[in-house]
């Protein structure tokens, strides 16, 4: 069982589309951070959150941490072939500072 | 100007052999990590450094072990390989713990054991 669960795992949609990614846990997090995983190249950060009901944009990127600090939401406006990748979250347990645990990862496919 | 960087990319070995993964960053950061990205995707931290210093040692076989001769390098050594151990392997760093501060990885090296 993963401590941090994404869904959907896959998810392939047409250019144009909005999309939402789910991050779920049981456990509280002192803060979550999103990155992006294209192939051949190592994650990058796209946004960390820290205070329950933070909501990031990043473009056409809305971040969403959850009230009880348990769960995010990654959405996408209007997706470009360019968003492809893999979406990772990752978060810091809170009383344990020194480790982020990641999520099982969503790929993500847009197709022109 | 890579930021962290890791050698090689790409490592094809037979089982029973000894292999090194190098990682160096330029960033100036104090704490460095190994992470093992399995065929689902799936990143499970291994290892984080200090300041030279081990940190976290996550439950890994101790024929992995890293070594660290500078805050700016930590190098993975693996004894024996085993068809397991077949994953890509990342170098991160971060400028403190990663709680608020963004992990920045190298670019992976891909372990292939036949």
């Known amino acids: 069982t993963q401590l941090l669960e994404q869904s959907p795992q896959f998810l392939s949609i047409q250019e144009g589309e909005n999309l939402t990614v789910y991050c779920n846990s049981s456990?509280?997090?002192?803060?979550l951070q999103w990155y992006r995983q294209e192939p051949g190249e190592g994650p990058v950060l796209l946004v960390t959150?820290?205070?329950?009901?933070e909501v990031k944009k990043l473009k056409r990127l809305t971040f969403q941490f959850g009230d009880a600090r348990k769960d995010s939401s990654l959405h996408i406006t209007a997706a470009q072939p360019g968003d492809t990748g893999l979406y990772l979250c990752a978060g810091g347990l809170a009383g344990s500072a020194r480790q982020l645990t990641f999520g099982s990862g969503t790929q993500l496919t847009v197709l022109p | 100007d890579t930021a962290v960087s890791q050698t090689p990319k790409y490592l094809v070995t037979q089982m029973g052999n000894d292999k090194s993964i190098k990682c160096e960053q330029n960033l100036g950061h104090d704490t460095m990590y190994w992470y093992k990205q399995d065929s689902k995707k799936f990143l499970k931290i291994m290892f984080s450094y200090n300041n030279k210093e081990l940190i976290i040692n996550e439950t890994v076989p101790n024929r992995f072990s890293p070594k660290s001769p500078d805050k700016a390098h930590l190098n993975l050594h693996i004894n024996s390989l085993e068809l397991g151990d077949s994953a890509v392997y990342f170098c991160?760093?971060?400028?403190?713990?990663?709680?608020?501060?963004?992990?920045?990885f190298g670019n992976g090296t891909r372990l292939t054991v036949t």
């Open positions: 959150v820290v205070t329950g009901g």
């Open positions: 991160a760093s971060s400028q403190e713990v990663p709680h608020n501060s963004p992990l920045h």
């Open positions: 456990s509280v997090f002192s803060s």
